[in-house]
C-alpha cells in the first residue's frame, strides 16, 4: 500500500492557527484560498510544551 506524504503545517499560516486545541485523530475542512477545501486530520504531535510543563520557551 503506498503511504501518502507527510506534510508539515506551520501554526503561523491561518490553517495551522485553526489547529490549536485539536487531538490526534481530529479532523478538519478549511477553505483554500484559491477555491476547494483542504482535508486536514492530525495524525501525530511531535512535541506540546504545555503539556510537558514547559511554560519558558
Do not use: C, F, H
Not at 2 to 19: D, H, M, Q, R, Y
Not at 36 to 47: A, D, F, M, Q, W
Amino acid at each position: 500500500m503506498k503511504s501518502k506524504p507527510e506534510i508539515t503545517i506551520s501554526i503561523l499560516a491561518p490553517v495551522g492557527s485553526a489547529l490549536l486545541g485539536l487531538s490526534i485523530g481530529d479532523k478538519i475542512e478549511w477553505p483554500k484560498p484559491g477555491g476547494g477545501n483542504l482535508k486536514v486530520r492530525i495524525t501525530e504531535i511531535i512535541y506540546q510544551p504545555e503539556r510537558s510543563g514547559d511554560y519558558q520557551l
